[in-house]
């Protein structure tokens, strides 16, 4: 680990990042203040999510208003008979 002023980490921020890449801990003071510039090597990526049987299952949007609108018409026609209809059907 180095240690350096905010000033001088400043005047060549991309050495200093370089060397925590390839090297070890930067440390800059300010002040009272410390900061600690550490390279960390990125993880994997998260793996790609295979279809499950929930998604085979699942239904499209589509699909879903349609069994939603006849679900609706059914209660509807208990409730107050066939008086009209709550949607205009499509054809």
Known sequence: MI???NSEFFAN???YF?????KDEVRVEKGHEVYHIV?????L????LEPDD?????????EFKQRALETVEK????????EREVSPRRS
Not at 75 to 81: E, I, T
């Open 54 to 62: 929930d998604l085979r299952r699942a239904i499209s949007g589509e």
């Open 75 to 82: 209660v509807h026609r208990k409730f107050y008979g066939n």
């Open 13 to 15: 921020p991309e050495m």
């Open 45 to 48: 990526k998260q793996p790609v």
């Open 3 to 5: 240690t350096v002023s």
């Open 18 to 22: 370089d060397y925590a890449r390839e």
């Open 39 to 43: 390279y960390e090597t990125p993880t």
